[in-house]
C-alpha cells in the first residue's frame, strides 16, 4: 500500500494520505510503516512538517504506475462521479476494504493495544482502536469537505455530533504525531490545524468505512486467499450483510374432500314399524 501510492507521489507519501485508504487509525498505520522502514530503501522522515515515508529509489525514476486493487489484484471498477464530476478512484476495491474493516473490528492489532492510553490525561484505559479509527476519519472527512486551511476544531465539531473536546484533544494528539500541523488563524486570536497538501477525501471513499457501499458487485475474476481475507474465489456480494438465504417453500395444504350432504327423510305413522 505505501509502495503503490509511493508510486504516484515522486516517492514521497505523508502517513495521512495512506490512512485515507485504509479503515484503520492513524497510529495504526505509523506502527505498520515503521516496521517496512529499514532507513535505505524505505526512510522515515521526521523532520518535515508532516510525517512522511520515502522511497529514494523512487524519487531518481518513474516507474509505471498499476491500476489494480494491492491487495487482490483484481480490478478496481469504473470512474466514479459525485454530482456530474468524476472523483479519484480509491486504492483498493470495495470488497478488499469490507475486508480489512470486517478483520479490523474483529481481531484488532495486538501490538497498538498498549500503545493507544489516554495520552494527554495520563490514564491508562487503552482506547478501542475502531473508535479511534472512526473519528479520526470524520475529523478528515469533514475538515477536507470544508477547504478551509488552517482550521479550528470548532469547525469540525459543528458539523459533528461528537463532543467538541473530544475533536480538539483528538486533533491536539494528531498535531503531537505530526500527522497535522499545528499553528494558529491569520488573526492570531485561535489554535488552528493543516492538513498535508493535496489531500482529498470523497463522500464515496468515507462511506466505505460505515460498510455504505454495498454495491453488490461481485469480487474480481482473479486472485488468492491469504492473510485471512478471501480474495477473488467466490462471488460474494460487497457489504457486511451475508448473503441472504433462499426462502423455504411454504408447506403444500390440500383441501379435503367434501362429504354427501346428510339426507333426513320423515316417514308418516303408518310407515313406522310396530312392535
Same mark, same amino acid.
Given at each position: 500500500?505505501?509502495?503503490?501510492?509511493?508510486?504516484?507521489h515522486?516517492?514521497a507519501?505523508?502517513?495521512?494520505?495512506?490512512f485515507l485508504?485504509?479503515?484503520?487509525?492513524?497510529?495504526?498505520?505509523?506502527?505498520h510503516?515503521?516496521?517496512? *522502514?529499514?532507513?535505505?530503501?524505505?526512510v522515515?522522515?521526521?523532520?518535515?512538517?508532516?510525517?512522511?515515508?520515502?522511497?529514494?529509489?523512487?524519487?531518481?525514476?518513474?516507474?509505471?504506475?498499476?491500476?489494480d486493487c494491492?491487495?487482490? +489484484?483484481?480490478?478496481?471498477?469504473?470512474?466514479?462521479t459525485?454530482?456530474?464530476?468524476?472523483?479519484?478512484?480509491?486504492?483498493?476495491?470495495?470488497?478488499?476494504? *469490507?475486508?480489512?474493516?470486517?478483520?479490523?473490528?474483529?481481531?484488532?492489532?495486538?501490538?497498538?493495544?498498549?500503545?493507544?492510553?489516554? +495520552?494527554?490525561?495520563?490514564?491508562?484505559?487503552?482506547?478501542?482502536?475502531?473508535?479511534?479509527?472512526?473519528i479520526?476519519?470524520?475529523?478528515?472527512f469533514?475538515?477536507?469537505? !470544508?477547504q478551509?486551511?488552517?482550521?479550528?476544531?470548532?469547525?469540525?465539531?459543528?458539523?459533528?455530533?461528537?463532543?467538541?473536546?473530544q475533536?480538539k484533544?483528538? &486533533?491536539?494528539?494528531?498535531? *503531537?504525531r505530526?500527522?497535522?500541523?499545528?499553528? &494558529?488563524?491569520?488573526?492570531?486570536?485561535?489554535?488552528?490545524?493543516? +492538513?498535508?497538501?493535496?489531500?482529498?477525501?470523497?463522500?464515496?471513499?468515507?462511506?466505505r468505512?460505515?460498510g455504505?457501499?454495498a454495491?453488490?458487485?461481485?469480487?474480481?475474476?482473479t486472485?488468492?486467499?491469504?492473510?485471512?481475507?478471501?480474495?477473488?474465489?467466490? !462471488?460474494?456480494?460487497?457489504?457486511?450483510?451475508?448473503p441472504?438465504?433462499?426462502?423455504?417453500?411454504?408447506?403444500?395444504?390440500?383441501a379435503?374432500?367434501?362429504?354427501?350432504? &346428510?339426507?333426513?327423510?320423515?316417514?308418516?305413522?303408518?310407515?313406522?314399524?310396530?312392535?
Open positions: 500500500m505505501l509502495y503503490r501510492l509511493a508510486l504516484r515522486a516517492g507519501v505523508p502517513i495521512a494520505r495512506v485508504e485504509l479503515p484503520f487509525s492513524l497510529e495504526e498505520i505509523e506502527d510503516a515503521d516496521k517496512v *522502514a529499514d532507513g535505505r530503501s524505505v522515515r522522515n521526521d523532520f518535515g512538517e508532516f510525517l512522511t515515508y520515502e522511497f529514494p529509489e523512487l524519487s531518481r525514476q518513474m516507474p509505471t504506475v498499476p491500476d494491492p491487495v487482490c +489484484f483484481g480490478e478496481i471498477g469504473e470512474g466514479i459525485v454530482g456530474g464530476e468524476e472523483v479519484r478512484q480509491p486504492l483498493i476495491c470495495d470488497t478488499c476494504y *469490507a475486508g480489512l474493516r470486517k478483520q479490523h473490528k474483529t481481531e484488532p492489532d495486538p501490538s497498538m493495544m498498549g500503545k493507544l492510553a489516554h +495520552f494527554f490525561t495520563g490514564e491508562e484505559e487503552q482506547e478501542d482502536l475502531t473508535a479511534v479509527a472512526a479520526e476519519h470524520e475529523i478528515f469533514i475538515g477536507l469537505r !470544508a478551509l486551511d488552517p482550521f479550528t476544531h470548532t469547525t469540525i465539531a459543528a458539523q459533528s455530533r461528537r463532543p467538541a473536546e475533536i484533544e483528538r &486533533l491536539d494528539r494528531m498535531a *503531537a505530526r500527522y497535522v500541523k499545528l499553528g &494558529l488563524l491569520p488573526s492570531g486570536d485561535a489554535v488552528a490545524y493543516t +492538513f498535508p497538501p493535496e489531500l482529498d477525501y470523497p463522500k464515496h471513499h468515507y462511506e468505512l460505515e455504505k457501499r454495491t453488490g458487485r461481485l469480487r474480481p475474476a486472485g488468492r486467499i491469504e492473510d485471512g481475507i478471501q480474495r477473488g474465489i467466490t !462471488a460474494e456480494p460487497v457489504g457486511d450483510e451475508p441472504s438465504e433462499p426462502a423455504k417453500p411454504l408447506p403444500k395444504v390440500t379435503r374432500p367434501k362429504k354427501a350432504p &346428510l339426507k333426513i327423510t320423515i316417514k308418516s305413522k303408518r310407515d313406522r314399524p310396530t312392535s
